[in-house]
């Protein structure tokens, strides 16, 4: 099982690989929208991405909440948690 550590550096992967955002600009308090620029579809791929990442089914409207990256590591935590 993946820890919040984990998750936060996939994520981060994720960000900086498949979205081109600099490294030193993400952080737990960072805002996906505000911050790093990303739009509704942004947020549909990087759904995607962290569902091909953890082989977990993830559902977007679970998505609609997240705000901030630790939003993100938070909610696929308990994903993962779940099973």
Do not use: C, W
């Amino acid at each position: 099982m993946r820890n919040k550590d984990d998750i936060f550096q996939m994520l981060k992967d994720v960000l900086i690989e498949d979205f081109e955002i600099d490294a030193n600009d993400i952080a737990l308090d960072v805002n996906l929208y505000e911050d790093l620029d990303l739009d509704s579809i942004d947020a549909v791929d990087l759904v995607v991405k962290l569902r091909e990442q953890t082989g977990k089914k993830i559902d977007p409207d679970a998505f609609k909440k997240v705000r901030t990256v630790a939003d993100v590591v938070n909610a696929l935590h308990a994903l993962l948690e779940t099973g």
